[in-house]
């Protein structure tokens, strides 16, 4: 069965056409990742599977409920983390109020950040901000979990610990999981399945293992950083 199905999509800001004519499906339990040059409309494609924007043209579906981590993390600055996590089960009233906490502690000790329930998001490093927004992106166990820029700005080290939870909690839960990342190794080492877009429109979907050997010139010289 599909997670997601994307037929026609097309999207516009004013005169500019960032996404044409867009078709995409994801089996449940897949692991996407979403690549390709800097404005090419991979976070417009994300937010819009999110319906945090609205396209013009075409079909999206989306089977279950959504979680979203963003790139810029968006906690709120006057909530603890704690409150930061519990944030999408107290606005969708989907879990009793006496299990939001206990719900809240086994994400925070899942990302690596029991005892930190009271701090401010001012106190925490770039990493730990990313591993609060994933897990609020994930504390509603969603059926649908998309990742922008999971990793940017990051260390090496950072990045990969970051991709070890994001496999951890995808092997537990058997969420489907979209991530729209420009660091094309790791993405590709996590996600079973490569979408290239490029100029608004998906140019190549295939395996991850093939992407450097694609038979797309254009997909090939990306992925190998060639200029």
């Known amino acids: 069965m599909l997670a ?5 999509v097309g999207k516009r800001f004013g005169a500019r056409a960032v996404l044409g004519g867009v078709d995409l499906r994801v089996p449940r339990g897949a692991r996407l990742g979403i690549i390709g040059p800097a ?3 991979k976070s417009v494609l994300l937010k819009i599977l999110a319906g945090l924007y609205r396209p ?16 810029n993390c968006a906690l709120f600055d006057f909530l603890s983390v704690a409150d930061n996590v519990a944030f999408p089960l107290v606005q969708e009233g989907i879990v009793a109020p006496p299990e939001i906490a206990a719900r809240v502690a086994a994400r925070l000790r899942a990302v690596g ?8 998001p001012a106190e925490l490093s770039g990493g730990m901000k990313k591993r609060v927004g994933l897990a609020r992106a994930t504390v509603a166990m969603p059926d649908v979990v998309l990742y922008d820029e999971p990793t940017a700005g990051l260390d090496p080290v950072t990045t990969a610990k970051i991709y070890e939870l994001l496999r951890a909690d995808h092997d537990t839960r058997g969420s ?13 080492g996590f996600a079973d399945t490569i979408a290239f877009v490029d100029d608004g429109r998906l140019r190549w979907v295939g395996p991850s293992a093939r992407l450097r050997d694609a038979d ?6 990306f992925a190998r950083g060639t200029p």
Do not use: H, P, W
């Open 4 to 8: 997601i199905e994307l037929v026609g």
């Open 39 to 41: 404005t090419a409309g």
């Open 56 to 71: 013009e043209a075409g079909l999206v579906r989306v089977a279950g409920r959504i979680g979203m981590l963003f790139q």
């Open 113 to 120: 950040l029991a005892g930190s329930e009271r701090k401010l």
């Open 176 to 188: 489907t999981a979209v991530v729209v990342s420009s660091d094309v190794d790791a993405v590709a």
């Open 216 to 221: 797309d010139a254009r997909v090939r010289d």
